[in-house]
């Protein structure tokens, strides 16, 4: 049994450190979460911020683009060219993914210092582009309103991912202390 352990023992530090991270992460994450009434349609800051970024970069499209507090539901209403497009709600704002990301990292961590610009560097990444990804779907749902489930549901789940596996991909075979194991 030791033989096994020593011999997997990259592997088992891999995951152990993978599902402690993201364990802890979403913790931290539902404990912010529990703090709104969802009830009462209550939308999380992270959430709203998110809602308002996408907006301002809508408005460079179009200047009939806004945002408006759902009534009945925990989001917020997104309108393009004064036409109601689609709601932005938690699961929208990126945060699940970003904890995904780090977690990653931090499994295949390397140098602290290494690992925390690339942590805060890729976590600005993921956000800059879940907010063009909002904003892009916006303008595609609003001319093809048809292909919603396809670019909503694929495409552009597609490009958020991909960029995270390039991201983590870079991060592994440059930073990572497997990388520089594996270069010697």
Known sequence: MKKLLL???PFLLFL??????????TLIYQTYLNQFDVKNAEID????????QTELVLSLFDDQSYTMPHLTEPSVKLYYKNKYISRIIEGCNGLSVMILFVAFVIAFSGKFKNTIVF????????????VLRIALLSVALYSFPEYEHFLHGVVFPLVIYGVVFLLWVIWVN????YARVSKK
């Open 7 to 9: 011999q997997y023992k």
């Open 16 to 25: 152990g450190k993978f599902f402690l991270s993201y364990l802890i992460l």
């Open 45 to 52: 800051g992270f959430t709203n911020s998110v809602a308002k």
């Open 119 to 130: 942590i805060l560097l890729g976590l600005v990444v993921i956000h800059v582009l879940n």
């Open 174 to 177: 440059n930073y990572s202390s």
